[in-house]
Nanobody, 114 residues
Framework: QVRLVESGGGLVQAGGSLRLSCVVSGIIFENLDMEWYRQTPGKQRELVAMITSGGSTNYAAPLRGRCTISRDNARNKLYLQMGSLKPEDTAVYYC????????WGQGTQVFVSS
């Protein structure tokens, strides 16, 4: 069974940084295009960043220029390095297998205080 487990969330002040991690099991990680999404209560889940199996990256507008998505295929891990964080970045951040509508992690909560 495919599992995605996110970690690294927490409380950070505005302007600070966090690195989120997602460990992937039950599937050959190196074959996957992966994404980070985020969701705030009352809002739709929104794409943050994407990385292909080959390492090419794309970023959605809200965090473009303030985050870097990366992967470590040897460790089956996906990362999202975020900086210059704003209170509006407060959300639950989710790991996602791009090709699947159903393969999600449980999410990790990020709080950005003002």
């Amino acid at each position: 069974q495919v599992r995605l487990v996110e970690s690294g969330g927490g409380l950070v002040q505005a302007g600070g940084s966090l690195r989120l991690s997602c460990v992937v099991s039950g599937i050959i990680f190196e074959n996957l295009d992966m994404e980070w999404y985020r969701q705030t209560p009352g809002k739709q889940r929104e794409l943050v960043a994407m990385i292909t199996s080959g390492g090419s990256t794309n970023y959605a507008a809200p965090l473009r220029g303030r985050c870097t998505i990366s992967r470590d295929n040897a460790r089956n891990k996906l990362y999202l390095q975020m900086g210059s964080l704003k209170p509006e970045d407060t959300a639950v951040y989710y790991c996602h297998v791009r090709s699947s509508l159903t393969i999600w992690g449980q999410g990790t909560q990020v709080f950005v205080s003002s």
